[in-house]
C-alpha cells in the first residue's frame, strides 16, 4: 500500500512568484488536508478537500488554493509569495467515511523557502 | 474555538527514565484528542488518539495518554524512554468543520 507522496520535496522561491505543490493521496483515500508548518510551530490547517470539493478552510488569505482531482490528487497553490510563507506544507488523506476522529495520514511535506 | 497548549517546547530524559509530555486543551465541545510524532525530515505519525471512549488510551511504541476533564489536560507518558524516541512531539485537537488544531510542539531529547 502506498502512502501520501508530496512533491517536490524542496523548492526555492523568490518573494511574488507563484508556486504549485502537489500531493498523492494514500490509496482508497478521498479526503485530503493541507497544513503549513513554520520552523518551530506546529502545523496550522490551510484546508481541506473531498471529493474534489472544499470542505473548510483555516484563517488563510484567497492567495491560498487549491484543487483535488477525480483520482482524489491535490495541489496547492500560493499566489504572490510572501517571505512568511516560507515553510514545510504538509498534506495528510484520510479514508472515506472520515469523521473528524478519523486518523489522517501524513505525507514528509515539502519545504518552501521564499526568498 | 478549540486550542491546545504544550507546556516545555523542549524535554530531556535519561534513557530508561519517565517521559512525560504535557498538553492541555481548550475546547467548547466534547474533544478528540491526538498526539503525533515528527522525526527529522519525515511527515507526522499519529501515536495515539482519544475519542470519548476510555480516558486511559495506548498506542504505539510504548505510549499512552490519559484524558482527565477537570485538568482539561491529555498528557503523554512512556515509562522507560528509548533512545529512538527522540523526536518532535505534537498534541491536536480537531473542531467541528473538519480543522485539527495542533500545539507548538515538544522536542525530546534522550541522553545515553
Known amino acids: 500500500e502506498t502512502g501520501v507522496t508530496q512533491s517536490p520535496t524542496h523548492l526555492i522561491k523568490t518573494r511574488g512568484q507563484q508556486v504549485t505543490l502537489r500531493c498523492s493521496s494514500q490509496s482508497g483515500h478521498n479526503t485530503v488536508s493541507w497544513y503549513q508548518q513554520a520552523l518551530g510551530q506546529g502545523p496550522q490547517f490551510i484546508f481541506q478537500?473531498?471529493?474534489?470539493?472544499?470542505?473548510g478552510r483555516g484563517n488563510f488569505p484567497p492567495r491560498f488554493s487549491g484543487l483535488q482531482f477525480p483520482n482524489y490528487s491535490s495541489e496547492l497553490n500560493v499566489n504572490a509569495l510572501e517571505l512568511d510563507d516560507s515553510a514545510l506544507y504538509l498534506c495528510?488523506?484520510?479514508?472515506?467515511?472520515?469523521?473528524?476522529?478519523?486518523?489522517?495520514?501524513f505525507g514528509p511535506g515539502t519545504r518552501l523557502t521564499v526568498l | 474555538a478549540q486550542s491546545v497548549t504544550q507546556l516545555g517546547s523542549h524535554v530531556s530524559v535519561s534513557e530508561g527514565a519517565l517521559v512525560l509530555l504535557r498538553c492541555n486543551y481548550s475546547?467548547?465541545?466534547?474533544?478528540?484528542l491526538f498526539w503525533y510524532v515528527q522525526y527529522p525530515n519525515q511527515g507526522l505519525q499519529l501515536l495515539l488518539k482519544y475519542t470519548s471512549a476510555a480516558t486511559l488510551v495506548k498506542g504505539i511504541n510504548g505510549f499512552e495518554a490519559e484524558f482527565k476533564k477537570s485538568e482539561t489536560s491529555f498528557h503523554l507518558t512512556k515509562p522507560s524512554a528509548h533512545m529512538s524516541d527522540a523526536a518532535e512531539y505534537f498534541c491536536?485537537?480537531?473542531?467541528?468543520?473538519?480543522?485539527?488544531?495542533f500545539g507548538a510542539g515538544t522536542r525530546l531529547t534522550v541522553k545515553p
Open positions: 495528510a488523506s484520510s479514508p472515506p467515511g472520515s469523521t473528524r476522529t478519523d486518523t489522517q495520514y
Open positions: 478537500y473531498y471529493r474534489e470539493e472544499e470542505n
Open positions: 475546547s467548547s465541545v466534547p474533544p478528540y
Open positions: 491536536a485537537v480537531t473542531s467541528n468543520n473538519n480543522d485539527m488544531r
